[in-house]
C-alpha cells in the first residue's frame, strides 16, 4: 500500500478511538497528509476530527474551507504541474481570505514532488514570488470588476 494510506489510516484509528471513549478527549483538528514517490505518484489525505480518513486531489481545511474547496473544484488539478498549481493555491488562499472579518495573515507555501524527489520542503522564493504576485493581481482584478458593476 501507499505511505500516505496506510498512516493515514493509522491516524484516523488513533483519533478515532478518542471519539468513543468517554474519558478520552476527542481531538479538535483536521490533518493533511501529502506524500510523493516514483511508483504511486501524488496522494493527498485528510483526516477529519472524528478519524474518519478521505483522499483527494485537492483539499483545504480550517476557517473558510467551504469557499476553498469550492475555488479548488474549479480547477483542472490532474493535468496542471506543481509550478502552476503553486500559484492557484495562493489565489485560491487569497481570495477565500476575508479583510474585514479575519486577521493578517502571511503567505506560507509548501509542497512535496517530483521537483523535491518526494521530500516536503518551502517553496523555492522565486516560485513563492511569482504565486504571491499572482494571487494579489488576481484578488485586485476581482476586486476592480467588483467596483465597475
Not at 504541474?81 to 507555501?109: G, M, P, T
Request: proline share 3%; aromatic share 8%.
Amino acid at each position: 500500500k501507499c505511505k500516505a494510506v496506510v498512516s493515514t489510516q493509522s491516524t484516523g484509528k488513533y483519533m478515532h478511538y478518542f471519539t468513543v471513549y468517554g474519558h478520552l478527549r476527542p481531538f479538535g483538528v483536521s490533518i493533511l497528509i501529502g506524500t510523493w514517490d516514483e511508483i504511486n505518484g501524488p496522494k493527498l489525505m485528510e483526516i477529519d476530527p472524528s478519524g474518519t480518513a478521505r483522499g483527494y486531489y485537492g483539499c483545504a481545511v480550517g476557517k473558510g474551507k467551504q469557499n476553498a474547496k469550492t475555488e479548488i473544484e474549479k480547477l483542472d488539478l490532474s493535468s496542471m504541474s506543481c509550478r502552476e498549481l503553486v500559484k492557484e493555491v495562493a489565489k485560491v488562499i487569497y481570495s477565500v481570505h476575508d479583510e474585514v472579518k479575519d486577521k493578517h495573515f502571511e503567505l506560507e507555501l509548501s509542497w512535496i514532488g517530483k521537483e523535491t524527489g518526494g521530500t516536503h520542503q518551502l517553496v523555492p522564493q522565486d516560485i513563492y514570488a511569482e504565486a504571491k504576485t499572482y494571487a494579489e493581481e488576481a484578488l485586485n482584478d476581482s476586486d476592480d470588476e467588483d467596483t465597475d458593476m
